[in-house]
Structure formats: structure tokens, C-alpha cells
């Protein structure tokens, strides 16, 4: 009977225990590694790519076993009551701090689907009538001379294309025929703009347009009104810019109360 009773005891005490062993992954020279401290660090790693695996558990169970050794090693050296450390110390903890701070306001400040989609409509009104874009061929040459030459011969039916292949220097469109696929007129120098926007559908330049790249002869095949990105496109770059306003009125309105002297 007593030796039944022993072991009841035993087994009572063994079970008290292992909810707080669970919460350690090691002990060092006496001083427990919270489960919590390799949680928080495999978190960390896993949000810079790596998996959460077995093997990842175990080296960060290593990691911080050795960490503990070098810690203990540091107290028993007096290095934490260094000034220099001390001060080191501080600034991480503050980092730490904020940050979390940080993340706990932008969690519960969040902007609604409804409020991005108000912002969103306000930034399409706030916009107007969309540009245009417009889709160009241009013929790049040194000389303006040579220029007329070849506004003479696509006069007299020559293909605007085959001579551009031909004496284009502009080595992106050259090869394509003078080509430059659609875009903003405001994406190029303001003499070629300027002249681009002055053309009619189908029409060409009818005398060499000069730039600081040389001679253009410039053809306009059409143009497109530009339609606003849709919503679900850009629905997450607004509600992190709208994140962010809030931030920072968050901030400022504490500074604003804050006594600083």
C-alpha cells in the first residue's frame, strides 16, 4: 500500500509539471528558455521566407541554448551594466516597443472596403477627364537635310516603316519601324510632344522636328482615351496610403499633446 501510495505521488507530481516544462524548450544552469522566446523568432523567420519545419524548430532551439550560455557568460562579466550597452539596450527595447505599438494602431485602424472605395472614387473625380495616349512612329536621323529627304520619299510612297528600319537611329524603334507603341505625349522631350499633339490621325510630320537627339520625322497612327486603373487594381495601395495618413495624424496629434520642454 505504501508503495502504490509513493507512486501515486510520483505520477501526481510529474503531471503538475509538465504544463510548465511545456512552456520552457530548455533549461540553462537553472534559468528556463520560454517556448514563447523560440515562437516569437521562428515567426520572425518564417516572415523572411523560411519554412516552418522540424529541423527549423530544433536550430532555433540550439540557437537560443547558445545564446543563454553567452548570456550568462556576459552577466557573469558584468557586460550588461556597461554603460555604453545599457544605452544600446534602451534603444532596442524602444524599437521593439514601437513597433508594436505601431502594428497594433494599424490593426485596429484599418480602413473598410467602403471607406478605400469612397477614396478611390473621390481620386477619379478629383482626376477629370482622363489624357490621352497616343501611338507614334518616328524616324531619327543627324541631319536635317537627310530628314527631308526621306519626309520626300514617304511623300512619293515610299514605306515609312522600311525606311526607318533602314536609316532610324533611335535603336529601340528603329528595328520595329519606327514604332513606339502607345504612351502619354508627356513621356517625351517637349519639341517632340509638342509636334506629336499637333498631328492629325494618320498624318506625318511635314518638316523635320529637331530635339536634343537629333532629327525627327514623326507619324501619328492614332490615339485612346486613358481609363483610370480599375478598383480591385489599386484597392491595396490605397488602403496602405490611407494607413499611413492616419499614422501619421496618429503621431502628430500625440506630439500635439505631448509637453516638451
Not at 60 to 66: D, I
Request: glycine fraction near 6%; charged fraction near 25%.
Amino acid at each position: 500500500m505504501t508503495l502504490k501510495k509513493t507512486r501515486s505521488w510520483v505520477l501526481l507530481a510529474a503531471f503538475a509539471a509538465a504544463p510548465a516544462f511545456a512552456q520552457n524548450i530548455a533549461v540553462v544552469n537553472g534559468t528556463p528558455i520560454p517556448k514563447a522566446r523560440a515562437d516569437a523568432l521562428i515567426e520572425q523567420l518564417v516572415h523572411q521566407g523560411q519554412q516552418d519545419t522540424p529541423q527549423l524548430q530544433m536550430a532555433v532551439r540550439e540557437e537560443l541554448v547558445n545564446r543563454e550560455i553567452l548570456m550568462q557568460e556576459a552577466a557573469r562579466r558584468g557586460i550588461p551594466n556597461h554603460p555604453d550597452v545599457k544605452a544600446q539596450i534602451a534603444v532596442a527595447q524602444q524599437t521593439v516597443v514601437l513597433r508594436a505599438l505601431i502594428e497594433d494602431f494599424v490593426k485596429k485602424n484599418a480602413p473598410t472596403d467602403a471607406e478605400v472605395k469612397a477614396r478611390y472614387d473621390e481620386l477619379i473625380k478629383g482626376a477629370g477627364p482622363g489624357g490621352k495616349e497616343y501611338h507614334l512612329h518616328h524616324i531619327l536621323v543627324e541631319d536635317e537635310q537627310q530628314a527631308k529627304d526621306l519626309i520626300a520619299k514617304i511623300k512619293a510612297g515610299a514605306s515609312f516603316e522600311d525606311l526607318a528600319k533602314q536609316y532610324s537611329k533611335d535603336p529601340g524603334s528603329g528595328k520595329n519601324g519606327g514604332d513606339l507603341d502607345w504612351s502619354d505625349p508627356k513621356a517625351y522631350v517637349p519639341e517632340f510632344a509638342d509636334a506629336a499633339t499637333k498631328l492629325q490621325k494618320g498624318q506625318m510630320t511635314d518638316t523635320p522636328v529637331h530635339t536634343q537627339f537629333g532629327w525627327h520625322i514623326i507619324r501619328l497612327d492614332d490615339t485612346r482615351a486613358v481609363a483610370p486603373p480599375p478598383f480591385d487594381q489599386v484597392k491595396a495601395q490605397i488602403a496602405q496610403q490611407m494607413q499611413q495618413e492616419k499614422l501619421q495624424a496618429f503621431e502628430e496629434g500625440l506630439r500635439k499633446n505631448a509637453k516638451i520642454q
